[in-house]
């Protein structure tokens, strides 16, 4: 198994974020929506493009303000926190184009997202 340091990791997706949302935009460009398979392609390089994007901003949030001596700022919990706010936004936008988006179903899925990133943190 290949063992990254945080840098390279925060590089490595800081490199990514740009190429991903450049292959969404050409995706969107020249790819219609009209099949199934079209739109699950959509949606899993708009996950993978937000994810590459969050995580790096979670870093160094949570490396500049939430930092203490008792924790230490990982990049593995950035990528968590990236991850469960991409299925966050992409569920709700799967919702939306199926028109079954309501205030209520965003409410429930951002709680359970915040119910994961809980129980995650308890167990440390």
Known sequence: MLKLSNRATIYILLALAPILWGA???YTRFIPPHTLLAYS???ILLSFAITSTFAPIA???SLRFLSSGLARTT???ALRQGILLSLCIVLNLILLALHSWNIFAAIIIFAAAIVIEIVSLAKK
């Open 24 to 26: 969404l935009l050409l």
């Open 41 to 43: 392609t959509l949606f």
């Open 59 to 61: 870093y160094f949030i």
């Open 75 to 77: 990049v593995r919990h």
